[in-house]
């Protein structure tokens, strides 16, 4: 059975940084030829997409976060790290992992991060 696991969350002032870890289990493909993306969602909205990287790394980032946050794979670890920088408090919300590729969409739990003001 494949698990998502999402850490790292947490609470921090504005400006402050934050690193989230996912990783996943149970799954027999390779993990570097899946697609890995961080979403979030806040109170009373959608969840969106934040960062992707694909099976190619290739990366992609909602605009909104675009300079300020990094998305990276560990391919040794079987993790992709998604590091935030100068949070704002509109990055408060649960984030999310999800894997993708050979028919799988796998999703973690989520974790919280909240930036204060």
């Known amino acids: 059975q494949v698990q998502v696991v999402e850490s790292g969350g947490g609470s921090v002032q504005a400006g402050g940084s934050l690193g989230l870890s996912c990783a996943a289990s149970g799954i027999v493909y390779e993990f570097n030829s899946l697609n890995v993306g961080w979403y979030r969602q806040a109170p009373g909205k959608q969840r969106d997409l934040v960062a992707l990287?694909?099976?190619?790394?290739?990366?992609n980032y909602a605009l909104s976060v675009k300079g300020r946050f990094t998305i990276s794979r560990d391919s040794d670890k079987g993790t992709v790290h998604l590091q935030m920088n100068s949070l704002k408090p509109e990055d408060s919300a649960v984030y999310y992992c999800?894997?993708?590729?050979?028919?799988?969409?796998?999703w973690g739990q989520g974790t919280q991060v909240t930036v204060s003001s």
């Open positions: 999800n894997i993708q590729g050979y028919g799988l969409n796998e």
């Open positions: 990287i694909d099976e190619n790394s290739r990366r």
